[in-house]
């Protein structure tokens, strides 16, 4: 992130994504990241050397406005009209800049709040100004965010769609697709596969890429896939999946709203399936 001195902080209308714990600070009765100039946000006066721009994907995704990024630590916002929420909350609000945006500021805030010692040598390490990493000095060891593959995977069988519920949606009964991290020397067709298999004891074929997305939770890149169904029956690993089952199209569960990549997944294949 980009360090910016105070005339031209103070100069010009920017978002700002301003996290207090693990939460976002906006105005209050807002589902919105704030645009503001610098001194319409008063408590963050003590932290003007805090203060780091995110730089853009794409000359789009921010609506021609630079992007202000804060982090207050575990301090909480006592001002009038600000009010602290969830980081899902609002990316499920903000879905136009929630990932361009929100989710990898907050990847790269939660990089700054575990890469302040060197892995290696144990000194403390320095942000570098110029790049996203941290510096140690001692060693000249450098790291940058971490990014963590996940497969997401939906599952048919031409007529019926799998969806499995895992033990923490047990209270919301929502049930989803399946997903698992890529382990180290797999491929993401093999980890398609491997957590199928492990999670419902099936066997999958004719794999097809479908899209990815960054899901920062805390730093997952999520690469989707749709499946077919080949043999075996469902069988729920313990202590992951608390139910699945196949469901009809016209008949599916609680499933994930649009935004996340497993309820495009879902309503992909429920697309194919109604146009056989």
């Known amino acids: 992130m980009i360090k910016l001195d105070e005339a031209k902080l103070a100069a010009q209308q920017a978002l700002w994504v301003v996290f207090s714990r693990g939460k976002i600070v906006v105005q209050e009765s807002s589902e919105s990241i704030p645009v503001a100039y610098l001194s319409d946000i008063p408590f963050l006066a003590s932290y003007v050397d805090e203060i780091h721009q995110l730089p853009p994907l794409n000359e789009t995704a921010h609506r021609d406005l630079p992007v202000y990024v804060v982090d207050l630590g575990a301090e909480h916002v006592d001002e009038p009209g600000w009010e602290r929420v969830s980081l899902r909350q609002l990316l499920f609000a903000e879905y136009d800049i ?16 575990t890469h302040q010692f060197c892995g290696q040598c144990g000194a403390k390490t320095e942000r570098v100004d110029w790049e996203m990493a941290m510096h140690c000095h001692r060693c000249n060891h450098r790291t940058y965010p971490r990014v963590s593959p996940c497969i997401i995977v939906s599952i048919h069988n031409t007529e019926k769609i799998l969806l499995a519920k ?38 999958v074929k004719n794999l097809r ?10 730093h997952s890149l999520m690469v989707g896939f749709i499946a077919e169904y080949d043999e075996g029956e469902i069988r729920c690993q313990e202590n992951e999946i608390d139910d699945a089952q196949w469901f009809d199209i016209d008949a599916l569960p609680t499933i994930p709203p649009k935004v996340s990549i497993a309820g495009q997944l879902i309503a992909e294949t429920v697309s194919l399936i109604g146009d056989k």
């Open 98 to 113: 929630a990932f361009s945006v929100i989710g990898r500021a907050w990847q790269y805030i939660h990089f700054l709040r």
């Open 209 to 218: 890429y479908y899209n990815s997305q960054p899901w920062p939770f805390p």
């Open 166 to 203: 895992g033990v923490r949606h047990r209270e919301s009964n929502m049930y989803s697709t399946l997903a698992g991290f890529v382990e180290s020397g797999e491929s993401l067709e093999q980890a398609v596969h491997r957590e199928v298999f492990e999670e419902v004891g099936v066997k």
